[in-house]
């Protein structure tokens, strides 16, 4: 793998799907992987095969399924766990076992009421079980984000000791800020050895709402995987959003990480999981909500009409949009009217428009949102209807 490569693993299917409402049936979770693989994931988390006949079903049909992905099952730290996982991923081309456990105060103290000691005696033989049934092996230390870095890197040393062959360091409960979450990966870069033969993975939840940046942080600062979801869904406040980290890593070439996601396929992508799921996306989302390429306010719009780039930092087209969208409200200007008008066929002198501007205003201030069919009207009623193509 190239050095400047940051993997991304997707987990939409995983901690995604854990969103209480959003459960999918194993048909809908072969589109979804189908079109992940397509998308450019170089690992799809399938499911954690143990919890049901219904997600252990799943990982092994997208075992079969997937051609050029990694495909990945979660497990605890329990021996069946991961014997099960592995018969769910025996038909894989490329299968990865997911397996960890807590490693934080709280976690070893009220989850497990174990010792520090312990918990790496039981991180050690779930790394070396999972090796005997595939070559690779993530470990994730649950809770990362409030484990202390010492006790950490002593686990991490461990497990690649044992085998593993990617270390998630995961922020479980969405509580570092930016600088410290890198500050942990650059100290486990620094400080375990071994460290350079595997791959150190960020795993954000968003319950601060700095999932994405604490991603980011991860991967300025050394780790090549960030595990994500399409629309960041995921528990609680959700899990990092990969459209978010693909366009940060895309628009920021001068970090100089990339990653082998086709970008262009992220809006149909973010369509396909929001309508199998039945959750709507918010309208403001980065990248992907309705208004993420929308203009309403009159300054703005005149701006974007004379040129996109005054107001918009990502071509639409990039992401798979056909072009921003100019809305016409009560706060929209004669750029905009004129614009929007032109669209559908009239070409208003400076004269018509000064005809038109005002029943227009009339029309945005009664409605939410003028619409291509408000235009004709607003065009009769002024007189105004040379439309030079219907
Ligand atoms: O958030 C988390 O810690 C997880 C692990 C199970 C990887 O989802
Ligand atoms: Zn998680």
Avoid at 174 to 185: S, T
Avoid at 220 to 233: D, H, S, V, W, Y
């Amino acid at each position: 793998m190239n050095s400047n490569q940051v993997q991304i693993f997707d987990t939409t299917l995983r901690d995604g799907e854990q969103v209480p409402g959003c459960k999918l049936n194993t048909n809908q979770k072969l589109v979804i992987a189908e079109k992940l693989d397509f998308l450019g994931v170089d690992i799809i988390e399938a499911g954690f095969p143990v919890s049901s006949p219904g997600d252990f079903k799943s990982v092994t049909e997208i075992s079969k399924l997937i051609k050029n992905a990694t495909v990945c099952g979660l497990t605890r730290a329990v021996k069946n766990d991961i014997q099960v996982a592995a018969d769910a991923l025996k038909y894989a081309k490329r299968p990865r076992i997911h397996t960890g456990i807590g490693t934080s105060e709280s976690h070893i103290k009220y989850k497990f009421n174990s010792s520090k000691e312990a918990i790496i005696e039981r991180a050690i033989a779930a790394v070396s079980y999972a090796k005997t049934f595939v070559e690779d092996v993530e470990f994730y230390a649950e809770d990362a984000g409030r484990t202390d870095n010492e006790f950490l890197a002593r686990v991490c040393e461990a497990v690649i000791k044992a085998g593993a062959t990617v270390l998630n360091i995961p922020d479980t409960t969405g509580y570092c800020l930016p600088e410290e979450y890198g500050a942990k990966i650059k100290y486990l870069k620094e400080n375990v050895t071994g460290i350079d033969k595997v791959i150190l993975s960020c795993h954000c939840h968003n319950d601060l709402g700095l999932a994405t940046a604490n991603s980011i942080a991860g991967a300025m600062n050394g780790a090549r995987q960030i595990e994500c979801t399409i629309n960041g869904i995921g528990e609680r406040a959700g899990n990092t959003s990969l459209e978010e980290v693909v366009m940060i890593l895309k628009q920021h070439p001068y970090l100089n990480l990339n990653t082998n996601i086709n970008a262009k396929l992220l809006t149909e992508m973010s369509h396909l999981v929001s309508d199998s799921m039945g959750m709507m996306v918010q309208p403001n989302k980065a990248i992907v909500g309705a208004n993420a390429f929308a203009h309403s306010s009159g300054i703005h719009q005149d701006g974007v009409i004379k040129n996109r780039e005054t107001y918009e930092i990502i071509n639409p087209a990039d992401v798979g949009i056909n072009e921003s969208l100019i809305i016409l409200t009560a706060r929209s200007g004669r750029a905009a009217i004129a614009y929007r008008a032109k669209n559908i066929g009239y070409e208003l002198t400076k004269l018509e428009l000064d005809k038109v501007y005002p029943k227009f205003l009339d029309f945005a201030d009664k409605k939410k949102e003028v619409i291509d069919a408000d235009i004709h009207q607003i065009m009769k009623l002024t007189g105004v209807l040379k439309q030079i193509y219907a």
